[in-house]
T-cell receptor
Framework: EAQVTQNPRYLITVTGKKLTVTCSQN?????MSWYRQDPGLGLRQIYY???????DKGDVPEGYKVSRKEKRNFPLILESPSPNQTSLYFC?????????????FGEGSRLTVL | AQSVTQLDSQVPVFEEAPVELRCNYS??????LFWYVQYPNQGLQLLLK??????LVKGINGFEAEFNKSQTSFHLRKPSVHISDTAEYFC?????????????FGGGTRLMVKP
């Protein structure tokens, strides 16, 4: 089954404790992206990757890091989480080189930073 | 820069009634337009998209949307809703030729279908 898998789905952590949210897709997609969803703000892009070893900032990259060492994986790293990073996070992927195609989303990772 | 405004944060409607969810966008260049749906505790799924051609676009689950370039709108409609349509709906745009920062989303509209 074609899917985007995120882990963990739920996480409660404390300020300053490094964490990683993993994302894996099995569709051989070149493009992958991370979004955060906050009430009333919709989804905002954090980082994206056009292909292996190619990453770039989205609209809200502060406080986050990413890496793309393999095509299928695109982890999101919070080096020193803060309470304003409490949010619902989505990983998404898309095949092809044009931005006309459908984005496939994971089920989301709900992060709470105390 | 592009932006998307969904004018209603919540839309309550009775089952079998028609519904329209409104979306307006702003961009200095031509855009592609999308509607995504998010069911509770799930990720987003594509409902429909406008790339070119006919301005009336049909999607899954009986939804359709009409692109109006002069009014910079892309409203979503369904003639008769079901309880199962209860979800949050997101309008999104991407600028033609901009493959990187792919989609800008609106704030979402929560459709609540009552029996």
């Amino acid at each position: 089954e074609a899917q985007v898998t995120q882990n963990p789905r739920y996480l409660i952590t404390v300020t300053g404790k490094k964490l990683t949210v993993t994302c894996s897709q099995n569709m051989n997609h070149e493009y992958m992206s991370w979004y955060r969803q906050d009430p009333g703000l919709g989804l905002r892009q954090i980082y994206y990757s056009m292909n292996v070893e190619v990453t770039d900032k989205g609209d809200v990259p502060e406080g986050y890091k990413v890496s793309r060492k393999e095509k299928r994986n695109f982890p999101l790293i919070l080096e020193s989480p803060s309470p304003n990073q409490t949010s619902l996070y989505f990983c998404a992927s898309r095949g092809g080189g044009q931005n006309t195609g459908e984005l496939f989303f994971g089920e989301g990772s709900r992060l709470t930073v105390l | 820069a592009q932006s998307v405004t969904q004018l209603d944060s919540q839309v309550p409607v009775f089952e079998e009634a028609p519904v329209e969810l409104r979306c307006n966008y702003s961009s200095s260049v031509s855009v592609y337009l999308f509607w995504y749906v998010q069911y509770p505790n799930q990720g987003l799924q594509l409902l429909l998209k406008y790339l070119s051609g006919s301005t009336l676009v049909k999607g899954i689950n009986g939804f359709e949307a009409e692109f109006n370039k002069s009014q910079t709108s892309f409203h979503l409609r369904k003639p008769s809703v079901h309880i199962s349509d209860t979800a949050e709906y997101f309008c999104a745009v991407s600028e033609i030729g901009n493959a990187g920062n792919m989609l800008t989303f609106g704030g979402g509209t929560r459709l609540m279908v009552k029996p």
